[in-house]
């Protein structure tokens, strides 16, 4: 299953674990396939740098090079439609799943989970391991 993963669900599934973490053994045994655009790594990099972090550039690189690249499919996502008026921002999650194919957005930013004309599911990380049937 084709996946697009929002900053806050990556950034709490491999910094902090509780539900999210659960995302990290689904994507690492196959069960998904999380898409990431140029754009959307970029953003992941910015925020992993915040200060409130305390990560080094070396930390930083290895999320990047050992828990995100080798997992996750890489897509060209045009620029298009705008979707997230609140917070145009978040549109390139949903180019990037239009782009790949995503069957869901799993994220937990209100904008995103509140996008009425989303054409792309959003569901929390919840919400999406139960979909799985999974427990939240």
Known sequence: MKVVL??????????????????????????ITPLVSAPIIAEYLRVLAYPKFKLTEEEINHLLLNEILPWFEAVQAPVGARYIAADPGDDKFVWCALAGRAEIIVSGDDHLLACAGCPVPVLNPVAFLQRLGLTG
């Open 6 to 31: 929002d900053t806050n669900v990556l950034l709490s599934a491999l910094l902090f674990g509780g539900v999210p973490g659960r995302l990290i053994e689904l994507w690492k045994n196959g069960r």
